[in-house]
């Protein structure tokens, strides 16, 4: 079965701090896809980035910036410099084509990014 | 803004009440999928509509149904309602048949169900 673990349930920083989420996943296939979302004080999902099993290369996009490692099944994302408004639950996704959720969801880390 | 459109945003409802939450996916996707976020469960995976048709399904109670007309906008059905059902009920969307095949699935705005 899939498996997604985000072993931070809470993580809090100051302002300008950098901050590693952490996320390990489970799965027999070998292709998948791995997602990131965020998810504000207003509820809403919003998609960060999503990453296929094949592409190992790190990702960065402003402050953002992703670290896939399949040999430790791990898709770690960092945010640099960290703002206030970063405050928010985010969401490490698993999909892969055993599982017919579509989207296997990690439990969330609720970051908290103090001024 | 995902493009994806959920109404209501809010509802308040009765225990055995029935309500319908609605849909409307990204302009050009095919596929609806339903999401349960609670508390003690996390975000759920309940069904999932492809160009019309059931595709998948995951942890849908049989009080919940769902259908995707052929405009493509979904709407979610949840009758006899109970305590527990209370949660923020997701709709999102992709092009293909499923984020597994390299689509992105984008996330709605959610509806936030409570039951009293």
């Known amino acids: 079965a899939q498996k997604v673990t985000q072993a931070q349930t809470e993580i809090s920083v100051v302002e300008k701090e950098d901050v590693t989420l952490d996320c390990v996943y489970e799965?027999?296939?070998?292709?998948?896809?791995l997602f990131w979302y965020k998810q504000p004080p207003s509820g809403e999902l919003v998609f960060l980035i999503r990453?296929?099993?094949?592409?190992?290369q790190n990702e960065i996009s402003g402050r953002y910036s992703w670290n896939f490692q399949k040999s430790t099944s791990s898709f770690n994302f960092t945010i640099t410099a960290s703002q206030v408004v970063d405050s928010a639950v985010y969401f490490c996704?698993?999909?892969?084509?055993?599982?017919?959720?579509?989207?296997?969801f990690g439990s969330g880390t609720q970051l908290t990014v103090l001024p | 803004d995902s493009g994806v459109t959920q109404t209501p945003k809010h509802l308040i409802t009765a225990t055995g009440q029935r309500v319908t939450l609605r849909c409307s996916p990204r302009?050009?996707?095919?596929?609806v999928y339903w999401y349960q976020q609670s508390l003690d469960q996390g975000l759920q995976f309940l069904i999932q509509y492809y160009n019309g048709e059931e595709r998948a399904k995951g942890n849908i109670l049989e009080r919940f149904s769902a259908q995707q007309f052929p405009d493509l906008h979904s709407e979610l059905n949840l009758s006899s309602l109970e305590l527990g059902d209370s949660a923020l009920y997701f709709c999102?969307?992709?092009?293909?048949?499923?984020?597994?095949?390299?689509?992105?699935?984008?996330f709605g705005e959610g509806s936030w169900l409570t039951v009293v």
């Open positions: 999102a969307s992709s092009v293909g048949k499923s984020g597994n095949s390299g689509n992105t699935i984008y």
């Open positions: 990453r296929n099993s094949f592409d190992e």
């Open positions: 996704a698993l999909s892969a084509p055993r599982d017919a959720r579509q989207l296997t």
């Open positions: 799965t027999r296939d070998t292709t998948y896809y």
């Open positions: 302009s050009g996707d095919l596929s």
